[in-house]
């Protein structure tokens, strides 16, 4: 059976310049609503959307400790969007192997844009993964969309950054546009590390499934 898969709305953006689908379990987090400005409707909509979550806690303590969750949270979205993010989806999905077999498993699936110099896409993509640091299992791959490289990392926050020191596998498919001046990267991070394979598939299949040109484009133009 083939999993399933979810088309992102960008499908119907004509502006986008880049088309994906996520295998299902991933949750868009719309980053124009929770980065909205204080005062725009927007906004509102978020207040009017957390009102009854906020409402349901049992005390004002746990309100508050949401508060202060979702604040923190809109800072690292404000984070990724200055480095050029533009989709930002939590994965949840159980764990049906091993000793960990049904526990959910976490993850965060982003895709972002990279201003390159100009050079034949297949020399942009094996750039990407050997200028990266740390760099490993190193894959070069030909894509649908054009040539493309995927890599690994593991990190762990440093002592007293008050970030929990749990390793963090980030997995990256970099794909370098056809205008040669601009790289899309689509990252995998999760803190399971040992289901590294597992999360690579899901990455290397959104990979084969993005496209730098409409997919419905034809359909629309009959």
Not at 152 to 181: F, N, W
Not at 184 to 201: D, G, I, K, P, Q
């Amino acid at each position: 059976m083939k999993p399933r898969v979810v088309i992102d709305d960008s499908v119907n953006d004509p502006y986008a310049g880049i088309w994906f689908a996520v295998p299902g379990g991933f949750t868009e987090m719309p980053l124009d609503v929770l980065l909205a400005s204080p005062a725009s409707a927007e906004a509102d909509r978020l207040r009017e959307a957390i009102a009854p979550l906020v409402a349901a806690f049992p005390d004002a303590m746990a309100r508050q400790q949401f508060i202060a969750q979702l604040a923190s949270g809109q800072q690292l979205l404000r984070a990724l969007r200055e480095v050029g993010t533009v989709h930002c989806s939590l994965g949840v999905h159980h764990d049906d192997l091993g000793a960990g077999s049904g526990q959910a498993l976490h993850s965060l699936f982003t895709v972002s844009w990279r201003d390159i110099a100009w050079s034949p896409r297949s020399v942009n993509a094996a750039r990407a993964v050997a200028s990266a640091e740390e760099h490993s299992d190193i894959e070069y791959l030909e894509l649908p969309s054009g040539p493309a490289s995927m890599g690994e990392t593991v990190r762990t926050a440093s002592p007293g950054s008050g970030i929990p020191a749990l390793p963090l596998l980030q997995i990256q498919a970099y794909l370098p546009h056809p205008d040669c001046r601009r790289m899309a990267v689509l990252m995998l991070s999760t803190t399971a590390v040992e289901r590294r394979l597992e999360y690579r598939a899901i990455l290397r299949q959104i990979a084969e499934l993005t496209s730098f040109e409409s997919p419905l484009a034809e359909a629309q133009q009959n």
